[in-house]
């Protein structure tokens, strides 16, 4: 018997040993993924070698002789720190994430097919300029040399998580690159959403003074009237409710309407940026600071580069924020200029609800008679599965959006069907012609100029430059709209209205603009940014105007002189004044002598509006603000709460302090009436009862930052236990949705409080020496998870700490830790 237990533990031992051998071995083999500190690589067309400096952040330093040559090295180290993430752009450009990710990507892919950006890319690469088409050429044959380069001894040709999905990517092609800049556009399209929204409320009998309390979120704009929608499409003042649901667009399954497995969430804007004026500053000098708000994403939605070049016998320097899949850099400065974008939210988006002919529904409704949809065939590969057959249909107006977008065809009146007209769904979609010129530009006005080709999604951009020029341009191609047009885009119109067709669109001339304004100070917030003498109309959807008064008061109207610090200071800003509003309007509210501990009480009367990270208040009062969101709105909208459960505090605070159009205090689920004063208690309770069963019984033990986790998720392993320990980023964080340390939670999620959009990265520029500029973005350069260098910025990005990026050989060859070289093949 001995003989045997020894036996068994022997061949266990060995059996140990020989998993643990393979676990090395499998290690060792993944870890040969890891981009090489040094090499040499070929790349086809190249006119002269290139030499690569990698900094001591992996930051690389891109030397040649021309632009051309330049890109084509950015495009070999694009591909070599982030192929899986640029293939996970194009793929899902073209509606193909099924071919990895097999059936819980098909709604992305039926939707994002409809919209065909592939096409629109393909047709817009033809009528670029030549140089543009030659420096995209050029990227593209150093993306295809790294796929086809000779690898090390063991070292695997794709990275992990081609590995682990047995997917092979194909060779680059350079329409693609507009295809990436085309996904990032649809997630800064937001108004669509605010459509759906105001016609989800009509549909359930909701009129105009009742959408506009919760979708009329117009800043000091002074919009026209809401007409009644319910006339406009036909439904009673009781709604739908009794109404058969639409079927009519095609099967479009769906759990929650608005996920969708794209990059980063669609129609979730934010950003803030500032440039200030030498006359204004310490240093005499400008400053100009950005710092745009994206979805936190595993890796960095941003490479961080320095290239330079030399044209007409001088050597030129851009550094900056370049998005792989795209040659240059999108945000960041040459030697003369820097600039800074924010989301304009133009109104680019409309929805046309098309009448079907009763008699032939593959027909619909003009104001001169009834025309054919057009028809195309679209097949999805689904990985694992058979392939999908999907039929899409177009109008005049633009595609037939699916059956389950956002549950759109749920709040349809019977017999129509929703097509979506969309700026960036054209086919001479020029705007990556101005990256090449901005590249290149002297001054504030050269930059203004060079953005003449950028056509969406609209960015406001501040500009500065070395002769101490301060600017602000809005580039985009913005639609006209009838001034009988009553509905302005707020929600969709009848498609067989000539008033509700567009009549044009703006001259360059005549977009915002704005140069060397008296007070020294130009910044926007996604608010509104136009002052009453704008006469065009851009957008009556702007942003919540919180971060736009906090950069009004801490930086346009500041006395003392700016200097970097202070700059620093806007960034780190975690002070939330509509928390504050938002606190004092509920425990005005709350009811004398309700059972509440009286140390929370004046903890929260006490709290000094700050969204610290070790901070107990900040949690208490989101959540308070969580549950008070949702005893207001579900009785009433019932499943469409979910449309609005990422929290607007404007609606909120509007409904506390006038009480709106109906009585939304009221539970109508619930006998007797329920008072404002009664929610706001019963609210505190449930919020406290929450916070106690996760984050335990003592309430000062609750933190801020344990909560609002910021979220950097890996697509797709960010829900795939245990890989997402592995691939996600995630770090505790401070701000909030209203501060200026932005940190958007979605109160709908699993995980309420987590952060995920913020932002996604931060620039000040100094211009009283613009290599002492300060950079940060929110994970690391690498994309692989093996990588020293695939979270290394993360606790630096929390905290609100930089780092420098040098044009000087001297400073960024200071602990490089490597250099490669490229030559021609």
């Given at each position: 018997?001995?003989?045997?237990a020894?036996?068994?533990?022997?061949?266990?031992?060995?059996?140990?040993?020989?998993?643990?051998?393979?676990?090395?071995?499998?290690?060792?083999?993944?870890?040969?993924?890891?981009?090489?500190?040094?090499?040499?690589?070929?790349?086809?067309?190249?006119?002269?070698?290139?030499?690569?400096?990698?900094?001591?952040?992996?930051?690389?330093?891109?030397?040649?002789?021309?632009?051309?040559?330049?890109?084509?090295?950015?495009?070999?180290?694009?591909?070599?720190?982030?192929?899986?993430?640029?293939e996970?752009?194009?793929?899902?450009?073209?509606?193909?994430?099924s071919?990895?990710?097999?059936?819980?990507?098909?709604?992305s892919?039926k939707?994002?097919?409809?919209?065909?950006?592939?096409?629109?890319?393909?047709?817009s690469?033809?009528?670029?300029?030549?140089?543009?088409?030659?420096?995209?050429?050029?990227?593209?044959?150093?993306?295809?040399?790294?796929?086809?380069?000779?690898?090390?001894?063991?070292?695997?040709?794709?990275?992990?998580?081609?590995?682990?999905?047995?997917?092979?990517?194909?060779?680059?092609?350079?329409?693609?690159?507009?295809?990436?800049?085309?996904?990032?556009?649809?997630?800064?399209?937001?108004?669509?959403?605010?459509?759906?929204?105001?016609?989800?409320l009509?549909?359930?009998?909701?009129?105009?003074?009742?959408?506009?309390?919760?979708?009329?979120?117009?800043?000091?704009?002074?919009?026209?009237?809401?007409?009644d929608?319910?006339?406009?499409?036909?439904?009673?003042?009781?709604?739908?409710?009794?109404?058969?649901?639409?079927?009519?667009?095609?099967?479009?399954?769906?759990?929650?309407?608005?996920?969708?497995?794209?990059?980063?969430?669609?129609?979730?804007?934010?950003?803030?940026?500032?440039?200030?004026?030498?006359?204004?500053?310490?240093?005499?000098?400008?400053?100009?600071?950005?710092?745009?708000?994206?979805?936190?994403?595993?890796?960095?939605?941003?490479?961080?580069?320095?290239?330079?070049?030399?044209?007409d016998?001088?050597?030129?320097?851009?550094?900056?924020?370049?998005?792989?899949?795209?040659?240059?850099?999108?945000?960041?400065?040459?030697?003369?200029?820097?600039?800074?974008?924010?989301?304009s939210?133009?109104d680019?988006?409309?929805?046309?609800?098309?009448?079907l002919?009763?008699?032939?529904?593959n027909?619909?409704?003009?104001?001169?008679?009834?025309?054919?949809?057009?028809?195309?065939?679209?097949?999805?590969?689904?990985?694992?599965?058979?392939?999908?057959?999907?039929?899409?249909?177009?109008?005049?107006?633009?595609?037939?959006?699916?059956?389950?977008?956002?549950?759109?065809?749920?709040?349809?009146?019977?017999?129509?069907?929703?097509?979506?007209?969309?700026?960036a769904?054209?086919?001479?979609?020029?705007?990556?012609?101005?990256?090449?010129?901005?590249?290149?530009?002297?001054?504030?006005?050269?930059?203004?100029?060079?953005?003449?080709?950028?056509?969406?999604?609209?960015?406001?951009?501040?500009?500065?430059?070395?002769?101490?020029?301060?600017?602000?341009?809005?580039?985009?191609?913005?639609?006209?709209?009838?001034?009988?047009?009553?509905?302005?885009?707020?929600?969709?119109?009848?498609?067989?209205?000539?008033?509700?067709?567009?009549?044009?669109?703006?001259?360059?001339?005549?977009?915002?603009?704005?140069?060397?304004?008296?007070?020294?100070?130009?910044?926007?917030?996604?608010?509104?940014?136009?002052?009453?003498?704008?006469?065009?109309?851009?957008?009556w959807?702007?942003?919540?105007?919180?971060?736009?008064?906090?950069?009004?008061?801490?930086?346009?109207?500041?006395?003392?002189?700016?200097?970097?610090?202070?700059?620093?200071?806007?960034?780190?800003?975690?002070?939330?004044?509509?928390?504050?509003?938002?606190?004092?309007?509920?425990?005005?509210?709350?009811?004398?002598?309700?059972?509440?501990?009286?140390?929370?009480?004046?903890?929260?009367?006490n709290?000094?509006?700050?969204?610290?990270?070790?901070?107990?208040?900040?949690?208490?009062?989101?959540?308070?603000?969580?549950?008070?969101?949702?005893?207001?709105?579900r009785?009433?909208?019932?499943?469409?709460?979910?449309?609005?459960?990422?929290?607007?505090?404007?609606?909120?605070?509007?409904?506390?302090?006038?009480?709106?159009?109906?009585?939304?205090?009221?539970?109508?689920?619930?006998?007797?009436?329920?008072?404002?004063?009664?929610?706001?208690?019963?609210?505190?309770?449930?919020?406290?009862?929450?916070?106690?069963?996760?984050?335990?019984?003592?309430?000062?033990?609750?933190?801020?930052?344990?909560?609002?986790?910021?979220?950097?998720?890996?697509?797709?392993?960010?829900?795939?236990?245990?890989?997402?320990?592995?691939?996600?980023?995630?770090i505790?964080?401070?701000?909030?949705?209203?501060?200026?340390?932005?940190?958007?939670?979605?109160?709908?999620?699993?995980?309420?409080?987590?952060?995920?959009?913020?932002?996604?990265?931060?620039?000040?520029?100094?211009?009283?020496?613009?290599?002492?500029?300060?950079?940060?973005?929110?994970?690391?350069?690498?994309?692989?998870?093996?990588?020293?260098?695939?979270?290394?910025?993360?606790?630096?990005?929390?905290?609100?700490?930089?780092?420098?990026?040098?044009?000087?050989?001297?400073?960024?060859?200071?602990?490089?830790?490597?250099?490669?070289?490229?030559?021609?093949?």
């Amino acid at each position: 018997m001995r003989k045997v237990a020894k036996w068994i533990l022997s061949i266990s031992g060995v059996l140990i040993i020989v998993a643990l051998l393979l676990i090395a071995a499998v290690y060792a083999f993944i870890s040969r993924t890891v981009t090489p500190d040094n090499g040499v690589a070929h790349i086809a067309g190249l006119r002269n070698d290139i030499r690569i400096v990698r900094d001591k952040e992996a930051i690389p330093h891109i030397i040649g002789g021309s632009i051309i040559d330049v890109a084509a090295a950015q495009g070999y180290l694009h591909a070599q720190d982030r192929l899986w993430q640029m293939e996970t752009y194009r793929m899902a450009g073209q509606g193909r994430l099924s071919e990895m990710f097999g059936e819980a990507t098909i709604n992305s892919d039926k939707f994002l097919r409809t919209l065909n950006l592939a096409g629109h890319s393909r047709q817009s690469y033809q009528q670029l300029k030549p140089q543009t088409k030659e420096l995209l050429q050029a990227y593209t044959s150093g993306i295809n040399a790294f796929l086809n380069r000779e690898t090390r001894l063991f070292e695997p040709v794709l990275g992990p998580e081609f590995m682990i999905l047995s997917h092979q990517p194909e060779p680059w092609q350079a329409w693609q690159s507009l295809l990436s800049l085309k996904v990032m556009a649809l997630t800064l399209g937001s108004n669509m959403s605010s459509e759906i929204k105001r016609l989800a409320l009509a549909s359930k009998g909701f009129n105009s003074n009742e959408i506009n309390d919760l979708v009329g979120n117009y800043g000091n704009a002074n919009p026209p009237y809401l007409p009644d929608l319910r006339n406009i499409y036909g439904f009673s003042a009781a709604g739908k409710a009794s109404i058969k649901r639409n079927q009519t667009a095609g099967e479009f399954k769906t759990a929650k309407s608005d996920r969708f497995d794209l990059a980063w969430p669609i129609g979730v804007t934010a950003s803030n940026n500032w440039v200030v004026s030498g006359t204004r500053t310490k240093s005499g000098k400008v400053l100009l600071a950005n710092d745009p708000h994206l979805g936190l994403t595993a890796p960095s939605i941003w490479h961080l580069a320095h290239l330079s070049w030399e044209k007409d016998s001088k050597r030129i320097n851009l550094i900056g924020a370049s998005m792989p899949s795209v040659p240059l850099v999108l945000l960041g400065r040459n030697d003369r200029i820097a600039w800074g974008f924010t989301a304009s939210n133009l109104d680019s988006q409309d929805i046309y609800l098309e009448r079907l002919n009763p008699a032939n529904n593959n027909e619909y409704l003009t104001e001169n008679g009834w025309l054919p949809f057009e028809e195309r065939e679209e097949i999805i590969k689904v990985s694992g599965k058979p392939d999908v057959v999907y039929k899409i249909r177009s109008t005049r107006h633009g595609p037939v959006l699916p059956d389950g977008y956002k549950n759109i065809n749920k709040y349809l009146p019977v017999n129509h069907v929703a097509s979506l007209k969309w700026l960036a769904m054209t086919n001479d979609d020029t705007s990556i012609d101005a990256l090449g010129e901005i590249a290149h530009a002297n001054n504030i006005d050269g930059f203004i100029e060079a953005t003449r080709s950028y056509l969406s999604p609209m960015q406001s951009i501040v500009i500065g430059d070395t002769e101490g020029n301060i600017g602000f341009i809005a580039p985009a191609r913005v639609a006209i709209r009838s001034k009988d047009n009553e509905i302005m885009g707020r929600a969709p119109v009848p498609g067989w209205l000539p008033q509700y067709e567009w009549q044009g669109y703006l001259n360059f001339n005549q977009l915002p603009q704005y140069r060397n304004p008296e007070n020294g100070v130009l910044f926007s917030a996604n608010s509104k940014f136009v002052d009453d003498s704008y006469s065009h109309y851009l957008t009556w959807d702007w942003a919540e105007n919180f971060r736009h008064k906090r950069i009004e008061k801490m930086i346009a109207k500041r006395e003392v002189s700016h200097d970097v610090a202070s700059m620093m200071k806007g960034h780190s800003d975690d002070y939330s004044q509509a928390l504050v509003d938002f606190r004092d309007e509920v425990t005005a509210q709350l009811q004398a002598g309700v059972s509440v501990d009286r140390n929370i009480i004046n903890a929260i009367n006490n709290w000094d509006g700050r969204m610290a990270r070790d901070a107990s208040v900040p949690l208490i009062i989101m959540a308070w603000f969580k549950e008070i969101s949702e005893a207001l709105l579900r009785d009433d909208l019932g499943d469409e709460y979910e449309l609005f459960d990422k929290g607007y505090m404007s609606t909120i605070l509007e409904v506390l302090r006038s009480g709106g159009a109906r009585d939304w205090c009221d539970d109508i689920n619930r006998p007797g009436h329920q008072s404002c004063g009664k929610i706001v208690f019963e609210s505190l309770t449930n919020a406290l009862a929450s916070l106690r069963e996760k984050f335990g019984e003592d309430w000062r033990d609750w933190k801020w930052g344990k909560a609002h986790i910021a979220y950097g998720q890996h697509r797709p392993f960010a829900k795939v236990s245990p890989l997402n320990r592995l691939f996600n980023v995630e770090i505790e964080s401070a701000g909030g949705p209203y501060t200026l340390l932005r940190g958007q939670t979605d109160l709908g999620e699993k995980n309420p409080f987590y952060n995920r959009h913020a932002s996604s990265y931060r620039a000040i520029y100094d211009f009283s020496d613009l290599d002492k500029s300060q950079y940060i973005h929110t994970a690391g350069q690498s994309g692989n998870f093996l990588s020293a260098y695939y979270r290394n910025f993360a606790q630096r990005w929390a905290d609100v700490k930089y780092l420098q990026i040098s044009s000087s050989a001297e400073e960024y060859e200071k602990g490089k830790i490597g250099v490669w070289t490229f030559k021609r093949k």
